[in-house]
């Protein structure tokens, strides 16, 4: 097929775009070697040439990355001789080449031609990008699920988690089943009626109680005069009001939707007795592992959400099998009764079904981090930092998160979790025993000697720092920086570079007066602050195994890459500090 233009992507090499699809549903036939492939983050060019000077060029990456200073909005591309930069590594720009594939679009001579520019990581492989990004929303959502699952009184196993839907349903009848029962078994027992008048012929003879309606029978129905017969009135309790139809409505559907939960119920209970079959079979008699207690305490959790839903369908069908619900009509009554919110019974009941019906819980991510979609250096700092949160709260190494971040954030009005944005200098608090750790995202350190940390060096802000206090004591901290590069970018054994400068700068520049002031009052000098500082990193196929630098840690952290030797390192590290105070407080018991 001849091409009318030519358009070449130069970044290291050039690649010449010569495979285009006619027709949108032929793209998606082409394969990676039929399209021009570049890496992410490094200067990107453009040159879009044609004989026509009105063909124009489109793709989806134009809206994100850098400007060229020729146009102030850049959403087409017209013929030119000379490159455009579509990114530029050095300079400041607007937007970043993100991972992944983007549409090009070739409109020339009223003809449409179409094509695709990949976009691969740099550092990480493409499955380990797609698993990195895919693991931070699922992280994200994973923690906020936890959140609300604890805020309901339920312990999961966080690799088998019962469905948002679900979990809105066991609140709702967690938090209401005393009142449904208060309520169902008032109206079963006294009802609310009205008086129903009801008229028939009697003999003249019979005592009887006539009103004008009677009269007013009797004066049409002159055969009955002649029979000696008359109207006589009666009156009667009926139960055939229009809050009692419309509280037929309500349990009919309540009985049906609590049915579809229980099957749903019963459906995650056989999965939770899989999973603990499974740990007997793997450990045998040994009950000390947590997971097994914690499936053992969710299977009983289940069981008793179990018993309370069958205790209300129960109900439901008690209510309903009453001889005055019999002549009720099952239909949606066409008017409202506003004794259904009058009476305090009936309108527990309407509202216990209001909020059976109403959606679920939605668990969306705050709007700030599509910027991280757009930078795999930010997306890989922030799943290394959830990395941490999941080691720390492991049952390898045993903390609880207190509070901080996602932590503190509530449900809205509308039943929406939102997880909050990471902002700089947050910290979540997480606690073991009678220690408490501070996990301080991204904060700057300062001059401040009256702060925790101080410093007056150039390199103050580290990605992450672990700060530990013991008995209400600040005892150390370990500082890590996550670096999206390769190791050899990160230290080098032969030679200096910033980074290694950055690190050693965060060992041996940052102080605190306050380190063991109550056991060691005024000699915070003596005490090294920052017991280690962790250099993380991707894995990288150029990565070669050094000796560790002194009270440094080189940590290799990779997504879809088992963490169990990341987990240790960690615990080994928090090991390390629990010693150091162990050794001098009894050193100091010894002295006294």
């Known amino acids: 097929m001849a091409i009318p233009f030519k ?9 010449i775009v010569d495979n285009f699809a006619r027709t949108e549903a032929d793209l998606f036939k082409l394969t990676d070697d039929e399209i021009p492939v570049v890496k992410e983050n490094i200067t990107l060019e453009i040159i879009f040439s ?18 060229d200073d020729r146009f102030d909005e850049l959403t087409y591309i017209q013929p030119s001789s000379e490159p455009i930069t579509i990114y530029d590594s050095n300079a400041t720009y607007t937007g970043a080449l993100i991972p992944g594939y983007y549409q090009i679009t070739v409109i020339s001579n009223n003809e449409s031609y179409y094509s ?4 691969k990581p740099k550092q990480v492989t493409e499955e380990q990008w797609i698993v990195m990004r895919e693991e931070v929303e699922a992280e994200l959502t994973g923690l906020a699920r936890d959140i609300l699952y604890k805020r309901t009184g339920t312990q999961l196993n ?8 679900l979990l809105n349903k066991i609140q709702l009848i967690n938090s209401n089943f005393n009142k449904w029962k208060l309520a169902i078994y008032q109206i079963m027992s006294n009802p609310r009626y009205r008086i129903k008048r009801e008229y028939h012929k009697i003999n003249k003879s019979e005592a009887s109680e006539i009103d004008h309606v009677a009269v007013k029978k009797m004066t049409f129905d002159a055969q009955a005069t002649l029979k000696g017969k008359i109207y006589s009135v009666k009156n009667r309790c009926s139960n055939d009001t229009l809050e009692n139809r419309w509280l037929k409505f309500y349990i009919t559907r309540i009985t049906k939707n609590l049915r579809s939960l229980l099957k749903e119920l019963d459906s995650y209970e056989v999965e939770v007795e899989q999973a603990i079959n499974i740990k007997k079979k793997r450990y045998g008699g040994n009950n000390k592992d947590l997971n097994y207690h914690k499936l053992m305490t ?6 008793s959400y179990r018993y309370k839903m069958i205790s209300i369908l129960q109900d439901c069908h008690q209510f309903l099998t009453l001889d005055w619900m ?4 099952e239909g949606r009554p066409l008017q409202q009764s506003l004794v259904v919110q009058a009476d305090m019974n009936y309108r527990h009941i309407f509202k216990f079904y209001k909020d059976l019906m ?7 991510l705050n709007n700030e981090y599509t910027y991280y979609w757009k930078r795999t250096d930010q997306l890989y700092e922030i799943w290394s930092f959830i990395q941490f949160i999941k080691a720390l709260t492991s049952d390898e190494i045993g903390y609880q998160i207190k509070k901080g971040w996602i932590y503190n954030q509530t449900v809205s009005k509308e039943r929406t979790f939102e997880v909050p944005f990471l902002k700089q200098g947050e910290i979540i608090k997480l606690f073991k025993d009678d220690t408490e750790l501070h996990l301080v995202y991204d904060q700057e350190i300062d001059e401040d000697v009256t702060q925790l940390l101080y410093t007056d060096a150039g390199n103050k802000r580290p990605d992450l720092r672990l700060d530990f206090f013991k008995e209400g004591e600040y005892i150390n901290s370990i500082i890590i920086d996550f670096k999206y590069r390769p190791l050899k970018y990160i230290w080098n054994p032969a030679g200096r570079n910033e980074v290694m400068d950055q690190l050693t700068a965060y060992r041996d520049n940052f102080y605190s007066q306050q380190i063991y002031s109550t056991s060691f009052p005024g000699i915070w000098r003596a005490f090294r602050a920052i017991q280690e500082v962790w250099g993380v990193y991707p894995q990288h196929k150029n990565n070669r195994k050094i000796e560790q630098p002194r009270n440094m840690r080189l940590v290799e952290l ?6 169990v030797l990341f987990v240790n390192q960690l615990k080994k590290s928090i090991e390390d500090i629990q010693l150091a105070w162990r050794t001098l407080r009894d050193g100091k018991k010894a002295d006294n």
């Open 7 to 15: 358009l070449e992507f130069k970044q290291n090499n050039t690649y």
């Open 50 to 67: 044609s004989t026509n000077p009105d063909d124009k060029l489109s793709f989806d990456l134009l809206d994100i990355v850098y400007k």
């Open 116 to 119: 695709w520019l990949k976009v």
């Open 158 to 165: 966080e690799d088998s988690l019962l469905p948002l839907s």
């Open 298 to 303: 969710t299977k009983e959790d289940l069981q």
């Open 326 to 329: 019999q002549d009720l009509d």
């Open 358 to 364: 109403t959606d679920n819980y939605e668990i969306k």
């Open 558 to 563: 990779t997504p879809d890459v088992d963490k």
